[in-house]
């Protein structure tokens, strides 16, 4: 919120959905300290039924607070953290993501542009993919803006933040989508509460991990699949999905 005071500035709770990510919990982590600890009132992990050493990990930051989703999926994590935050803005980021020096400030100045402003999201850039792959890779978020532009309503998971009140109308996260879709699914229905801000300047570093795995062209193919599937039917096209770790 340009030129505000901090007294006069948003609370926002940083939370963080995670499934057997110890390996890469705790950069993510190390980028939380330099870059949002002491600007959000809270840091929260939702440890989504993991099996590996994730609460080991949050255990190592005294300033992050751990909460145990039994119910796997990214939905179910998603509502946990909503459920459990007491900020006023809700800002959603993944495990494998780095949030950079600015960004949480980008959120302050965002909604304190525009009362209306329902969600704000931005594009990622991914820090482990080679020049050429991270420019195809972001490459997409261009290619969509034309269908942002004609729909108003796209946002990325792993980068999105949203006012408490607009969650509560919006009645929480869809439960019942199981991985793909459910970023559409937020943009959609909180655009009816307000603008869905997607900023070419917030930017989230991220994993290329999916990208790796699966190929740019089939997770860019999913994606879109299951976006016309979200605006056009209400649902997602796609139930099932791989977990990358």
Known sequence: MSGATDQHRPTISLIIPAFNEEDYLPACLDAVMANVAGKAMEIIVVDNNSTDGT???????????????????????????????????????DADTHPPAGWIEQIWEEFGKRSDLACLSGPYSFYDLSGLRNAISSGWFVAARPIYNMTGA???????????????????????????????????????????????????????????????????????????????RGKPATKGYKDIR
Request: glycine fraction near 10%.
């Open 154 to 232: 796209m946002m990325v998971g792993g980068n999105f933040a949203i006012p408490r009140d607009v969650l509560e109308r919006m009645g929480g996260f869809d439960r019942t989508i199981e991985f793909y879709g459910e970023d559409v699914d937020i943009a959609k229905r909180a655009k009816q509460q307000g603008k869905v801000l997607f900023c070419p300047r917030f930017v989230m570093p991220t994993s290329g991990r999916r990208m790796k795995k699966q190929g740019f062209l089939k997770i860019a193919s999913i994606y879109f699949v299951n976006y016309f599937s979200i605006m056009l």
């Open 55 to 93: 609460k080991a990990v949050v255990e190592r930051y005294p300033a992050v607070t751990y909460v145990f989703e039994a119910e796997k999926g990214i939905t179910r994590a998603r509502q946990r953290g909503f459920l459990t935050a007491t900020g006023d803005i809700l800002a959603y980021v």
